[in-house]
Structures are given as C-alpha cells and as structure tokens.
C-alpha cells in the first residue's frame, strides 16, 4: 500500500465513529488555541462540589467517545460548523492537584487565559460547575481579548442559582460550585444586571420569600414561570436583557427533567425540568448574538443508562453551542 492509497483509506473510514482516536466530534486534535477560531476543551474536574457523588471528572472522555459518530452539519443554521471556523479538540485542563478545588481553579483560570490571549473562543465539558468561575474570569472583565475589556453577560441553565453569598465556603472549598456566580460579579467579570438564570426548581434548604429575587441582580426564570412564558418570550427576554454584550452561556444538565439527564450530580427527582429539545430552540434563538463561549457541566458517566442517554444529551447541546458560536464566527468573516 503506497501513500496515497493509504491517505485515500483513511479518507473513507473517517465518517465511522469506531475507527479513529477520538477526539470531540473526530475534530483535529491541536493544542495550540492560536490555531483555532473555537476550542473544545475537557475540565475534568470533580472537587468544587463535595456534598455529591463525584465523577464529573470522567464526563470529557465520555463525551469525547459519543460524539465520534454524530453528524456535523446543522440543518437550521445551513452550516457544517468545521467548514466556517476553524474547529479543534485542545485536550483537557491538566489538574495535578485535582482533589484540591481551590488549587485547580486556578490552574483552570490559567489554561483559559491561554485561549483568550489568543482570542478563541471555548467551548468546554465538565467537570462540575466550580469550572465556570474560572473560566469566566479568565475571558471576561477589563483584561480580556474576547470581551475587548468589558464584563459578560451569563445565560446560566440550571436546577439551582450557584450564588451563594451567605456561607464563606462549600465544605471547604471557597470558589467551589455553589459560589461561582457570585463572585464572578463580586470581582467584575459578570454584569448580572444583563444577565439570566433560567431552570431553577426544586425545594430549598429553607423556603424563600421570592423565588425570583436576586440580590445580585441576575433575571431569575425559574422552570414553573419558563412554563408559563413559553420559549418565544422567553428568548426575547434573554435578547432584551443581554442585548449588545459579549454572551457566556453555562449548561448545568440538571437543568433537564432527569428521563433526558439521569446522570447528574444534583438530580431534582419528580419536579418538572426542561427538556432538551426545548434548550435547543432557545439556543437557536440566540442566534446573532456575540457568544464568546459556553461549558456545559455536572455529568457523571458511572450514573449513566446504558444507552449513555446523559452523554448523548450533553453531546448534543455541546454541538449546537459550537454551531452557534461558528455561525457567528463565519457570519464575522464574510463581514
């Protein structure tokens, strides 16, 4: 077999997700974020949230091996993503002391500062939501590229609010998953004035007087009211509120009714989540905004179904935050 044949061959067997080292989506692994528009990133990180099961560190390599055989083109946008913007797998944050949360977040903080430097934009799987923080401190507020110097807006899916101001740490960790919201406006990288959480459901720890105040100033929707409006005005509130701002979305996939995400770390059994589907047509309401990254977090693969329904999940959501950063992306070239 010359070269050319065997150039040719591994042409042809590229489609098959069974054939290959797998990378997110078979893209070209490449660690250099100068070389890219928009970088898939694994944050296999577990230790920001002690009072659940851990393994949220397994949830890259998971998804990594899932979305070897899902199709790249998306229909709705008219787009093959790879074909717009320049598209690579940059390998996992390294975390060597992975069981101490107020160590990695630093290393996470670092790693991403690398890809703003080089103005690309990430699009990262968790992990639990102790990544965020970093991550948005890394490519938002006055020092960052992507941001040009300005605070975020943050489109936050969850089950639970992570702003926790009232206790100083989370079973000692103090940038741990509970707090992240909260102190990424506390030190300006977020303007929770622009910004939304959506999702929230469940009982608290103690019942609130309003469940849709916030101190910080963030838009609260919990799911009951997201019910209630509808994903059309739903999205106009999101577009209202975010407006001209560079845009962070963050998916925690207990946001989802546990039939679609079974595998998570903060399961809300019984009270009714988003379903995936409906996530979707809200990313796709996005469309046009100036989305400078996303995460998606809180998957624990050893919790799984059989069919992998959580990584399949979390696989897809990943796909369509990556086309709409592309097709913003590629909008941007052709401007």
């Known amino acids: 077999m010359d070269e050319a044949e065997f150039q040719r061959k591994k042409a042809e067997m590229e489609p098959w997700y069974w054939w290959g080292i797998q990378t997110f989506f078979k893209c070209p692994w490449d660690e250099n974020p100068a070389n890219c528009d928009i970088g898939l990133v694994g944050v296999p990180h577990s230790s920001g949230n002690g009072s659940t099961e851990r393994d949220q560190h397994l949830a890259p390599r998971a998804v990594r091996n899932v979305s070897g055989w899902y199709r790249r083109g998306h229909q709705k946008y008219g787009i093959v993503p790879w074909e717009v913007a320049r598209i690579h797998d940059l390998g996992d944050v390294p975390l060597p002391h992975a069981m101490v949360n107020d160590i990695c977040v630093q290393d996470i903080e670092g790693f991403f500062k690398r890809l703003d430097r080089a103005g690309t934009r990430p699009v990262s799987i968790g992990g639990d939501h102790a990544i965020t923080g970093p991550i948005l401190k890394a490519i938002a507020g006055k020092e960052a590229r992507l941001t040009g110097g300005r605070k975020c807006a943050l489109l ?180």
Not at 202 to 225: F, Q, V
Not at 274 to 295: M, P, S, T, V
Request: with cysteine.
């Open 156 to 335: 936050h899916f969850d089950a639970h609010r992570d702003d926790y101001e009232h206790i100083p740490h989370w079973l000692g960790s103090v940038r741990s998953a509970a707090h992240w919201a909260a102190y990424t406006v506390a030190e300006q990288h977020v303007d929770p004035t622009r910004s939304v959480q959506l999702g929230m459901r469940g009982n608290p720890i103690k019942p609130r007087a309003d469940i849709t105040a916030s101190k910080l100033g963030y838009k609260l929707i919990p799911a009951d009211e997201f019910f209630e409006l509808g994903i059309e005005e739903t999205v106009r509130l999101i577009r209202d509120r975010v407006g001209d701002m560079p845009l962070y979305i963050t998916f925690d996939l207990d946001v989802l009714d546990p039939t679609e995400a079974p595998a998570v770390s903060n399961m809300e059994p019984m009270q009714r989540g988003l379903r995936a589907w409906q996530a979707e047509k809200i990313f796709h309401g996005l469309r046009g905004l100036d989305i400078i990254g996303g995460d998606i977090v809180c998957m624990i693969p050893t919790k799984d179904n059989p069919s992998n329904i959580t990584a399949m999940t979390a696989m897809a959501l990943r796909f369509e935050m990556i086309a709409l950063i592309a097709d913003g992306v590629g909008r941007g070239k052709k401007g």
